[in-house]
């Protein structure tokens, strides 16, 4: 059985509950310049009217678990960010860290990065940022199937 190729599945995170409006304006840009700019799947994350409910926690953790790739915008301090990205690289996770140039990632993060578990990138421009998770997630495209059986 021939089956297409499967579209990559990427997650963004970012900080939400706490994050300014600039940098909430820039996750739904650049999540839409993802969409447009890759063949990938980007999960759209739908806040409730009450965000503490306790499904949030199990439908996020759902997401990082589902998805191929997870991209963290780092740029401003998120606890929730922080445990999304510990669940991704449990579940061994493709994580790209994006950060403005100037942003200093936390030591632990760094630490992520030098034993092999996460990629941290700087970007001086939004465009650049786009650029940069096009090619991460183009490297990590799922491999066509070609001749599967049920």
Sequence with gaps: MHMANAPTIVYVGSATT???RSLIQYVSNF???LRENTH?????WVETVDGTRPEMFERDLDNIRMCHVLIALIDEPSIGL???IAE???HRKAVLC???????????????????FAEI????????ALEI??????????????GSFL
């Design 40 to 44: 990938a799947l980007v999960l759209e």
């Design 133 to 146: 998770a096009r090619e991460f997630i183009n490297s990590r495209a799922p491999q066509q199937r070609i």
């Design 98 to 116: 994006l950060h403005k140039k100037g942003v200093m990632p936390s030591r632990l993060l760094q630490a992520a990065y030098r034993a092999g």
């Design 88 to 90: 991704a690289i449990r």
């Design 82 to 84: 922080g445990m999304e």
């Design 121 to 128: 990138r700087s970007y001086e421009r939004p465009s650049e």
């Design 31 to 33: 999540k839409q310049r």
């Design 18 to 20: 706490h994050a300014s």
